[in-house]
């Protein structure tokens, strides 16, 4: 239901002549499902690479009405998308004002509310809560109690002179709380077994029982839940008779295209300066080259989180660079690829053996992937006039030292570099920062494909003729 502030009803008796009918949360969903595909918008805005394989299965899930598990490796963005279900519920719903539990106000479940609706009627209080508010989530952790999750006996309400018996004693749970809005369960594995089994009724019979309380309570909440599979084995598991009251299970992967992950990098990360489409496809590419290496432990995975802080940190050694030299704007060349790669280690599990050789092991995956880009980005176009500055024994240096003006000034005007701008996505009006950046990439792709030399000398890249002395 969508109303200004002023159409909003704040009585029952104002809701009813509103002509307001209640849903439940499954049925908001499905409507809401059903009108986006109906007329093409974008049902989860802002997820990238799943329309073909995670969506349709999601799709179906939610018509159905069908709680689930999003089961994948971390980082392939789980949790994002369990957030964008929410998108889907109505704007605005109706609570009965003051309810722990949101009630309805045409059907309220509670006992508060129960009473309260019988002594006020078409008076008792209605407010309004917004869609970013009946969204709650838990990362599940092995001290996660059935208190947090379910509800417990308020010692404050007892100490007031309530009895034990009365059902207002208890403190609702997080799972009641989120009672008409979607609830979402991070890493449900590590949620200790005696624990899962207090969803059990939460999921089928839609009730809970705190302490003895047999609280027959419908709750209406729509529940997702994320797993890594290794979690089954290694830190614990979704036990069956929970995994039998899920609806659904979907599984979720890591992006299998270039353009996708490098439209994840543009959508998520920060970057503090300029990076060109061509690094951020050498990133996609580098990732992708750990993604399928046997000397990483795949079981763990690559996270998109890897390509995001690599991008990151790309652009932020780019602007190191550029405030050092006094160059604005900072534009990130390939040679601020190598060196952010100490500081990425850590998001990688390397397989036994391979101690010692992790930085030569990135090292030969970034050149592969600095490659790949270079051929598929230039292939067929004329470099002649790039190899051309190196025919009579000519040197370019580069580096952190190294400024745009200054390596521009070195290589000249060299025919053909504006067709390599357009090639790397630098249309008309590239500045020289970007110039700078196209001339370092095709010598760095020059060099892995053998054409010219290149010898690194504390910290300065030389690039050189390929059948030069070699000065070593």
């Known amino acids: 239901m969508s109303l ?17 009918q209640s849903r439940t949360v499954k049925e908001e969903l ?27 299965d999601l799709e179906t899930a939610l018509l159905a009405g069908h709680d689930l598990v999003l089961l994948g490796e971390r980082g392939q963005g789980k949790t994002r998308l369990m957030r ?38 078409d008076d008792l209080p209605v407010g309004w809560r917004h869609r970013d508010e009946r969204y709650a989530e838990k990362l599940a952790t092995p001290d996660t109690s059935v208190g947090d999750l379910i509800g417990d006996v308020d010692p404050v309400k007892v100490a007031e002179g309530r009895t034990l018996g009365d059902p207002e004693t208890v403190h609702y749970g997080l799972v009641p709380r989120g009672n008409r809005g979607i609830f979402g369960l ?19 019979e839609r009730d809970i029982q705190v302490r003895g309380y047999s609280l027959r309570l419908p709750l209406d909440l729509f529940l997702i839940a994320t797993a890594n599979p290794e ?52 990133i996609a590419r580098f990732t992708a080259n750990l993604r399928e290496s046997s000397s990483i ?13 690599a991008a990151e940190s790309v652009a932020a050694a780019a602007l190191r660079r550029s405030a050092r030299l006094g160059e604005d704007p900072a534009v990130a060349r390939v040679g601020d690829l190598g060196p952010v790669l100490p500081t990425l280690l850590g998001k990688i599990e390397f397989e036994l053996g391979e101690e010692g050789r992790e930085r030569a092991l990135l090292d030969h995956l970034l ?41 521009l000034g070195q290589v000249g005007p060299v025919p053909g570099l504006a067709r390599v ?11 020289r920062s970007q110039a700078a950046d196209a001339v370092e990439f095709v010598l760095e792709g020059l060099h892995l494909t053998r054409r010219i030399d290149k010898d690194t000398i504390d910290g300065r890249t030389v690039y050189g003729s390929a059948d030069r002395e070699n000065p070593e």
């Open 4 to 20: 200004n502030d002023h159409a909003r009803p704040t009585n029952l008796g104002e809701l009813r002549a509103s002509g307001y």
């Open 30 to 56: 499905r409507a809401n499902l059903l009108r986006r595909l109906r007329s093409g918008e974008e049902a989860f805005p802002g997820i990238v690479g799943f329309g073909d394989t995670v969506l349709p």
């Open 84 to 121: 964008t279900v929410a998108g889907l519920l109505d704007e605005w719903v109706p609570v009965i004002a003051g309810c722990e539990i949101n009630d309805d106000p045409l059907a309220p479940v509670c006992v508060r509310c129960r009473s309260l609706a019988a002594e006020r009627g």
């Open 186 to 204: 991070n890493e449900l594995p590590d949620l200790a077994e005696r624990i899962q089994v207090a969803l059990f009724n939460v999921l089928e």
């Open 231 to 282: 979690d089954y084995t290694n830190r614990g598991r979704i036990i069956t008779p929970l995994k039998d009251r899920f609806g659904a299970e979907i599984r979720t992967h890591y992006l299998t295209e270039v353009s996708d992950e490098i439209g994840l990098l543009r959508q998520e990360a920060r970057l503090v300066a300029d990076v060109g489409d061509h690094l951020l496809e050498v």
């Open 297 to 309: 432990d795949q079981r763990s995975g690559v996270s998109a989180r890897f390509a995001i802080a």
């Open 367 to 407: 050149r592969l992937a600095v490659a790949v880009t270079f051929r598929e980005r230039l292939a067929g176009e004329d470099l002649t006039g790039f190899t051309s500055v190196f025919a009579e024994g000519g040197l370019v240096e580069t580096g952190d030292g190294t400024t745009a003006e200054g390596l």
């Open 421 to 431: 701008l357009d090639r790397l996505g630098y249309h008309d009006g590239a500045s």
